[in-house]
């Protein structure tokens, strides 16, 4: 399966809220680290993304931690929220992802991926048969020819996407621009 193409697509983590999770029946949410919750190497998340998990919490919903980053990084980050984890994910394979939904005890349809990458994190949160939402990233990784040459494609790729409406945006426009029922 090569689907890259996320179910939603929002500005920022705090778009994904308690309706959503409820009407899809989420029961877990497993999220990328580096440019969706925290800068690269950054040793806490955003505050506006640390208030996100705090509400995943409150709301119930249970938190896993996914990277393809090194085990250190990886592990005092989920540390933060006492979360289980997976480094070296190797995304875009299904593999983390389903062992994470495993270990957190619920299906993979009751979980939601969050990234921030179309070839990493929602490919594999796809693959793995998961609600997926692609976030914009927090920052910017121009300074690696690859990540610019991955990002450029990945610009290309979602403008063909909003421009035939396959997504749904959780801002409450549609990616034409009508409003749009969630």
């Known amino acids: 399966m090569f689907n890259v193409f996320p179910d939603y697509f929002a500005k920022d983590v705090t778009c994904i809220d308690s309706s959503l999770l409820d009407r899809l ?3 877990a949410v497993i999220t990328d680290i580096d440019n969706t919750l925290a800068l690269v190497d950054a040793p806490d998340p ?8 705090n509400f995943l919490d409150r709301h ?12 250190p990084r990886v592990e005092a ?4 929220f006492n979360a289980p984890y997976a480094a070296h994910a190797q995304k875009p394979a299904s593999g983390a992802f389903l062992e994470l939904a495993r270990r957190l005890g619920v299906e993979p349809e009751q979980c939601m991926v969050v990234g921030d990458q179309m070839f990493t994190d929602i490919m594999g949160g796809n693959r793995a048969g998961m609600h997926t939402v ?14 610019r040459i991955r990002r450029w494609t990945e610009k290309l790729l979602m403008a063909i ?3 035939v409406a396959r997504g749904r945006s959780l801002s409450g ?10």
């Open 25 to 27: 029946n989420i029961q």
């Open 46 to 53: 955003e505050p506006l993304a640390q208030e996100w998990l």
């Open 60 to 71: 119930g919903c249970r938190t896993a931690m996914i990277s393809n980053n090194d085990p």
């Open 77 to 80: 980050f989920a540390k933060l």
């Open 134 to 147: 692609l976030v914009e990233p927090l920052g910017s990784e121009l300074d690696h020819a690859q990540f």
């Open 161 to 163: 996407y909003k421009r």
């Open 173 to 182: 426009r549609s990616p034409a621009g009508a409003d749009v029922t969630l």
